[in-house]
């Protein structure tokens, strides 16, 4: 019974959220157009985006090449820490994967706005 109260009030919340996004975003575009601005307002900024972007695979596949050679140097670092100090197994482990993942992340952040940046 509590199963299906989570998941009703799981749905409800996401209904809700999506709700308010779009009437009020409805409410916004009539409100301008009642001051008599130009509708492409709302479409001028997504066509020059589309026309200046990389492909979203690319991006995708660089960030996550980059997030799993930092899941991998996090476990070989962690293998090294538990060997040769005395950290625990698990805190060489979980700490060194989540710093490097961390780190995998942010680089792959800036190598994929450097790409944006370059095309």
Do not use: C
């Amino acid at each position: 019974m509590e199963a299906v109260l989570v998941f009703i009030s799981l749905f409800v919340v996401v209904f809700g959220i999506f709700y308010l996004h779009y009437s009020t975003r409805n409410k916004e575009r009539l409100a301008l157009i009642d001051k008599g601005a130009d509708a492409s307002i709302f479409f001028s900024a997504k066509a020059a985006q589309k026309k200046s972007t990389v492909p979203l695979w690319k991006v995708l596949i660089l960030n996550l090449a980059v997030l799993l050679m930092g899941i991998g140097s996090g476990i070989f670092i962690g293998s090294i820490l538990e060997a040769y100090t005395l950290i625990e197994n698990g805190v060489a482990y979980a700490g060194s994967i989540f710093l490097f993942a961390g780190i995998g992340l942010f680089v792959g952040f800036t190598l994929s706005k450097k790409l944006v940046e370059k095309e």
